[in-house]
């Protein structure tokens, strides 16, 4: 069974940092494109960025509102991607989702991510 779980969620004041991390197991996911989306109460799920998964460093995508201060890395040995998050603002405030998609379509819609992880908390203080 694939099982996704994200870490390192939590309270951080505004211009702090937190690390993600998504945990994956149950099957390989060399290849697959991994996402980190993030929706904050009352709205929907927003995409943050992907990594691909794939021999050498992969390659990443960025929503516009992140570009610049959040970067993903992964590590094929652990299985494990990460999303470093700087400068962070009030309105970062949400709940961080990781998710993957074996079809490697390196897309920014949800609908395209077949595993979910339950996400993580992440709160910015002003």
């Known amino acids: 069974q694939v099982q996704l779980v994200e870490s390192g969620g939590g309270l951080v004041q505004a211009g702090g940092s937190l690390r993600l991390s998504c945990a994956a197991s149950?099957?390989?996911?060399?290849?697959?494109?991994m996402g980190w989306f993030r929706q904050a109460p009352g709205k929907e799920r927003e995409f943050v960025g992907y990594i691909t998964w794939s021999s050498g460093m992969g390659s990443t995508n960025y929503a516009d509102s992140v570009k610049g201060r959040f970067t993903i890395s992964r590590d094929s040995a652990k299985n494990t991607v990460y999303l470093q998050m700087n400068s962070l603002k009030p309105e970062d405030t949400a709940a961080y989702y990781c998710?993957?998609?074996?079809?490697?379509?390196?897309?920014?819609?949800?609908?395209?991510?077949?595993?979910w992880g339950q996400g993580t908390q992440v709160t910015v203080s002003s």
């Open positions: 149950g099957r390989t996911f060399s290849g697959y494109t």
């Open positions: 998710a993957a998609d074996p079809a490697r379509r390196l897309s920014r819609s949800a609908l395209s991510y077949d595993y």
